[in-house]
């Protein structure tokens, strides 16, 4: 028997009455050295559970390589921490996440396939899961209930409801699960929405909903749907994420509560989205697609309950109380925030710049019609394509099918414009110096998009491109990897104001390393580095001001800061605060 179990209105852990109070806290977006820390607060604040999501594109990046399991994705470590600290865990591995994650999730070696129909019965889909649980699952069995470890339940799917109607792919879902030795708890989510209720559910596994308020009818639309089992709230949305260009969203932490109170008082149990939110670090956000492409920011502090740096905010006391209510809360004090980083200044004196630079770090392909970033086998980050321009004089360059997703054109090294996916850009008039003169166009993958069924679109130039109504051939289409940063001949960077792209590098020096946001005042918009460890994009666009440093990322004596900026900037410094900056709030 699993050791989590159902009855007609609630679950039995053990055999004893048990109801979940859980909140969601994704290892793979917090610093594997912060582990501890933030189980530790998740247990402070009343939680027993805590859910995660587990991403298949960063676990399976290569469909022929092993399963990675270290570092950020040492999956068995945070499971071995949750359990150390008393709480159970809630698994979601997908296949599909959605999450605000890269593509939701789904590698891109398989989305970039236009012949399997993702998320479906399609035997070219599920035979790609399950080669992939025959890898996952092995590794997580001495952590499941059955053996003793702290996962009670695991979900199928995600949200199927608001995206298919393919039972038959459920329940293949759930057959490989058990065929592979879960023994735990099943459940399936979706939004409280009879359709996708009805659609994302399966029989003889346990139904859960997602909703942020109208608890009373969000909980009696469950019961419509199965009159018998526990209500349980799977994503009780507390906040929410932010794009590039909009507010930083946030929810009144007493609004928040008295609907957590709302939830327990009906007895249901319950799963907070997010506890900690965390962040995108690297090229790992994600983006949406409805009428236009809008990425997702670094942060994913998501107004949460804990902040992007972990610390408790306004949810988590007001939380705390109304879980007192109806649990036992340990009788310790509650978390205070971390020590910071004094005020540090950087001198960025070092540069070098990009395009130049770019014939050391991959070899071209040549062709004569660009090729997508997912052809080059960059997926993500950044190519560069290039060819000559026939003759002088105002031209108009027309991009067939646009570009994925944002596009720096030059020509003889010099800016002449941009293109964005989020803006339909497909046309830019430029002038051109002299016939031969080369044409550049830098591409930005800005992070794939997770829900939906635009997963998978692909990324660079996307079609051919015109010369004033001919197209030009003779391209050399080349993937910009930027995972080692030690190659970069830098030197120093003189007086004179930039405006193409390039590295940017400085030092600074650390006594004792504590938390602390990097803000970037008159740079505008790139990558950021410290002692190698990938931060994120920055952009002056906003919302987001202040990039997330987590301590164990510095260390004492001299550190070392790396931007990539993209447009140039006059600015020749950073700086390191104590206090992040997440933008303008949009209270819903």
């Not at 293949?172 to 030795?181: I, K, M, N, T, Y």
Request: hydrophobic share 40%; with cysteine.
């Amino acid at each position: 028997m699993p050791a989590l179990t159902t009855t007609s209105d609630g679950f039995l852990l053990h055999g004893e009455p048990f109801r979940i109070i859980s909140g969601a806290l994704h290892y793979f977006r917090v610093h594997p050295g912060l582990w501890s820390d933030r189980l530790r607060k998740a247990r402070l604040m009343g939680l027993n559970t805590v859910e995660t999501y587990i991403p298949w594109n960063h676990h399976q990046p290569d469909p022929e390589g092993p399963l990675v399991l270290d570092g950020f994705l040492d999956l068995p470590r945070f499971l071995r921490l949750a359990q150390d600290e008393g709480l159970r865990v809630l698994l979601r591995p997908g296949p599909f996440i959605c999450a605000e994650w890269d593509g939701g999730g789904l590698p891109d070696w398989l989305t970039s396939d236009p012949d399997i129909r993702l998320r479906t019965s399609d035997p070219r889909f599920t035979g790609a899961v399950d080669r992939y649980l025959d890898l996952l699952l092995p590794a997580l069995g001495p952590h499941m209930a059955a053996a003793g470890g702290p996962v009670v339940a695991v979900q199928v799917e995600n949200e199927y409801g608001a995206y298919g109607d393919d039972s038959a792919y459920l329940k293949h879902l759930a057959d490989a699960f058990r065929s592979r030795g879960v023994e735990e708890l099943l459940f399936t989510c979706d939004q409280a929405d009879p359709g996708h209720l009805a659609t994302g559910s399966l029989p003889g596994v346990l139904t859960t909903g997602t909703f942020g308020s109208r608890v009373e009818q969000s909980l009696g639309r469950l019961r419509e749907h199965r009159p018998e089992g526990p209500l349980f709230c799977a994503e009780f949305w507390i906040g929410w994420f932010d794009h590039w260009g909009g507010p930083h969203h946030v929810r009144d932490a007493a609004d928040a509560a008295a609907d957590l109170d709302r939830l327990l008082s009906a007895g249901a149990s319950v799963n907070i989205y997010m506890f900690h939110g965390g962040t995108n670090f690297g090229f790992a956000n994600g983006a949406n697609h409805k009428h236009a492409y809008t990425p997702t920011v670094t942060s994913y502090d998501y107004d949460a309950a804990l902040t992007e740096c972990g610390d408790p905010g306004p949810k988590y006391h007001a939380f705390r109380e109304v879980i007192a209510r109806h649990a036992d809360v340990p009788d310790e004090p509650a978390p205070v925030p971390s020590p910071k980083l004094p005020l540090t200044s950087v001198e960025l004196s070092e540069r070098s710049d990009l395009l130049p630079l770019a014939g050391s770090l991959a070899a071209p392909v040549h062709a004569d019609v660009p090729v997508t970033m997912d052809e080059l086998g960059q997926r993500t980050g950044y190519a560069l394509y290039r060819t000559a321009l026939p003759a002088a004089g105002e031209v108009l360059l027309h991009f067939a099918r646009g570009v994925g997703d944002r596009a720096q054109v030059f020509v003889d090294g010099a800016p002449v414009g941009v293109l964005e996916s989020e803006r339909h850009d497909e046309s830019l008039p430029v002038r051109v110096p002299r016939p031969g003169a080369t044409l550049e166009v830098l591409v930005e993958n800005m992070g794939g998009v997770n829900y939906g069924p635009r997963i998978g679109a692909p990324k660079g130039l996307l079609g051919p491109v015109s010369f004033s109504g001919t197209d030009l051939t003779g391209w050399d289409c080349r993937p910009l990897p930027l995972d080692d940063l030690d190659t970069v001949p830098f030197a120093p960077a003189g007086e004179a104001a930039i405006t193409v792209p390039g590295f940017h590098r400085g030092t600074f020096d650390v006594t004792i390393p504590a938390d602390a946001f990097l803000s970037l005042p008159g740079w505008s918009k790139g990558q950021a580095w410290v002692n190698g460890f990938h931060l994120g994009r920055y952009w002056n666009r906003g919302p987001q001001r202040t990039l997330y440093v987590p301590a164990p990322v510095l260390r004492p004596g001299s550190n070392e800061l790396v931007l990539l900026e993209l447009h140039g900037s006059t600015a020749t410094r950073a700086l390191l605060t104590d206090t992040p900056d997440l933008g303008p709030e949009n209270t819903w």
